[in-house]
């Protein structure tokens, strides 16, 4: 059984920064890569950032670019979202996604439960 755990949201303010992880188990040998969405209310779901689990090769939506780092720790199993320089904008539930690291949704068949990120101006 896939399960995808995220941790490390909360409360913080403009400008300031948190870490995200999302621990993952039981996911298929042939899962490529990992991904990090988030959904802000009254929003559609969107893209935040992907990385494959062979290559580390990482994709970036263009509002966090240079703000935002994907990683991940293969032992672990885990994969991390460094946000710096937090902007009220970026308030939504964060989500950790299994399947890729492209940014089409559809590419991705296991959801965690999503971690609140709240950015206070």
């Known amino acids: 059984q896939v399960q995808l755990v995220e941790s490390g949201g909360g409360l913080v303010q403009a400008g300031g920064s948190l870490r995200l992880s999302c621990s993952a188990s039981g996911l298929p040998f042939s899962t490529y890569g990992m991904g990090w969405f988030r959904q802000a209310p009254g929003k559609e779901r969107e893209f935040v950032a992907g990385?494959?689990?062979?290559?580390?090769?990482?994709d970036y939506a263009n509002s966090v670019k240079g703000r935002f780092t994907i990683s991940r720790e293969k032992v672990k199993n885990t994969v991390y979202l460094q946000m710096n320089s937090l902007e009220p904008e970026d308030t939504a539930v964060y989500y950790c996604?299994?399947?890729?690291?492209?940014?089409?949704?559809?590419?991705?068949?296991?959801w965690g439960q999503g971690t609140q990120v709240t950015v206070s101006s």
């Open positions: 996604a299994a399947g890729d690291h492209r940014p089409q949704s559809y590419l991705y068949d296991r």
């Open positions: 990385i494959s689990w062979s290559s580390g090769r990482t």
